[in-house]
């Protein structure tokens, strides 16, 4: 098993840019998220899915979209690129509930925006 | 809302010595607590958790203590390695709050260990 796989691994953007971050994973997880990591903080949640067609918001979900159109992927969208989107970014997925499984981490997209 | 703050940004201990790495956390309704390690440049793994009905659990090497009078729990991890250097969060579910179903996280104690 890969585990959960995210590219690309580093990303450069220019401000009003848009752009993909992929995420996938070969567990069978029904639960797939997506957090970014600030310097010196702590993870926070933008938007995760419970299943395939399900999507939901999480604590800052603003400049950000997402789909689940398969149980597989979770592609994390910017439409527009700020520098406030400079951050790293990370999926994570679990067999039930995010709240009460453990969650597997993938490598992480390292994202500036110019 | 949720808030998970924490004791201390870093912490150093000399290997072999044991690390005790606090939390504390806002609300009382929280029923769910996990600790990650975070390598340099990796994603988050999960460590160990422990449910509010639990005072205690003991994994390999780490305990996780859980004193919900004054919502505060930490991790130990006895006789320190190197492999050990990391970041370490505690994080408490959302849902608890009436969030969303992810985790709120704290910032993170950088655990260095001195040889």
């Known amino acids: 098993n890969a585990g959960v796989t995210q590219t690309p691994k580093f990303q450069v953007l220019k401000t009003g840019q848009s752009m993909t971050l992929q995420c996938a994973q070969d567990m069978n997880h029904e639960y797939m998220s997506w957090y970014r990591q600030d310097p010196g903080m702590g993870l926070r949640l933008i938007h995760y899915?419970?299943?395939?067609?399900?999507?939901d918001q999480g604590e800052v979900p603003n400049g950000y979209n997402v789909s689940r159109s398969t149980t597989e992927d979770f592609p994390l969208r910017l439409l527009s690129a700020a520098p406030s989107q400079t951050s790293v970014y990370f999926c994570?997925?679990?067999f039930g509930p995010g709240s009460y499984n453990e969650q597997f981490f993938g490598p992480g997209t390292r994202l500036t925006v110019l | 809302g949720e808030s998970v703050g924490l004791h201390l940004p870093t912490l150093s201990v000399q290997e072999g010595d044991n690390s005790i790495i606090n939390c504390a956390y806002s609300?009382?309704?929280?029923?769910?607590f996990i600790w990650y390690k975070q390598e340099s440049g990796k994603g988050p793994q999960f460590i160990i958790d422990?449910?509010?009905?639990?005072d205690k659990r003991q994994g390999q090497r780490v305990t996780v203590l859980l004193n919900k009078t004054v919502k505060h729990l930490s991790l130990q991890i006895a006789a320190t390695q190197p492999g050990d250097s990391a970041v370490y969060f505690c994080a408490v579910p959302m849902y608890s709050g009436g969030g969303a179903d992810g985790l709120t996280f704290g910032k993170g104690t950088h655990l260095i260990i001195q040889p």
């Open positions: 422990i449910r509010s009905n639990m």
């Open positions: 609300n009382s309704a929280s029923d769910y």
């Open positions: 994570a997925s679990s």
């Open positions: 899915s419970v299943g395939a067609g399900i999507t």
